[in-house]
């Protein structure tokens, strides 16, 4: 017996020193974000746009083109719970804060991260920002959130295939893995129109109700909020299901009616934007990510 816990001990030693050191240089690698958690502890008395919402805000709008000083706060798969809690957390240092923009997308009512199979992201809140959420244990550590196998992704990813934790500019603005890219963008628009179709909508009172959250604590602060439903192509329009559509319009409508400090806009499919302005169906690139960022800035200046 004690032969073989001797062998089970000599066997996991390599990998927990494996862990360990995998856990050490993760943690020693620049992301995104440790960078916007910085920028709010130190700068965020700048701020007076603050951009909110998921990787459909993260990639496509830029703080570089709005005229007052605005910050990208948004996080790939970041869900209204999280914008919340994003808001709560450094309402203190947000001291000049005037306005918030905040995605309602095709399926932003539907989901929240923490009960998403992405919810090992909430690792990142944890590590590296003040952002008060409901953490588990897992959440302490890069290897027990992600697994040795995606740990190990990640080391290749930042020092052999360009592909860096740290995918944001200084003002945490998203970077596309390549604007050279060449994608099928009627075949992308299925298949991610087909993902975001959600088959159960239980999280559709409790992320309306966040919504109404945030809006209620902008008001308190004499905060406007835009709620804006970001441009797509039309190869993932045209494969959305309708009820879901109408429930995220009828949403964003009804919040621009009921409170004085928000307004609603859908621009879906009202840019005109065209196939080179896109980097995938859901998602701009730096093109049209200028193109938006410019609509709403005009909306908040005037």
């Known amino acids: 017996m004690k032969g073989f816990i001797k062998s089970i001990i000599l066997f996991l030693i390599p990998i927990v020193v494996l862990a360990i050191s995998l856990e050490i240089r993760i943690r020693h690698i620049p992301n995104s974000y440790e960078l916007k958690s910085e920028y709010l502890e130190n700068k965020a008395e700048r701020i007076e746009t603050l951009i909110l919402g998921s990787s459909h805000s993260f990639y496509g709008i830029n703080p570089k083109y709005f005229t007052a000083p605005a910050f990208n706060m948004s996080n790939v798969s970041q869900s209204p719970d999280v914008d919340l809690a994003i808001l709560k957390s450094y309402e203190h240092q947000l001291t000049n804060l005037k306005t918030v923009v905040i995605r309602l997308s095709y399926d ?5 991260l923490k009960l998403s199979p992405e919810d090992w992201r909430l690792k990142d809140y944890k590590l590296y920002t003040n952002v008060d959420l409901d953490y588990t244990l897992k959440h302490n550590s890069e290897v027990l959130a992600m697994g040795l196998k995606q740990s190990l992704e990640v080391l290749k990813n930042e020092y052999f295939n360009n592909t860096p934790l740290l995918n944001c500019d200084s003002l945490g603005f998203g970077k596309v893995k390549s604007q050279l890219k060449t994608i099928d963008l009627d075949n992308a628009g299925r298949i991610a129109a087909k993902r975001h179709t959600i088959s159960s909508w239980h999280l559709l009172h409790k992320n309306s109700e966040v919504f109404k959250k945030i809006i209620e604590h902008c008001n308190q602060r004499h905060i406007k909020v835009l709620v804006v439903t970001p441009p797509a192509y039309k190869s993932y329009v045209n494969n ?34 065209i196939h080179s302005d896109f980097y995938d169906a859901d998602h701009l690139n730096s093109t049209g990510a200028k193109k938006f960022s410019l609509i709403l800035n005009s909306l908040i200046e005037n």
């Open 108 to 112: 932003t009512l539907f989901e929240q």
């Open 240 to 273: 959305l299901n309708t009820n879901q559509v109408d429930k995220m319009v009828e949403t964003g409508i009804y919040l621009g009616e009921k409170y004085e400090n928000c307004s609603y806009h859908n621009f879906m499919t009202r840019l005109n934007l």
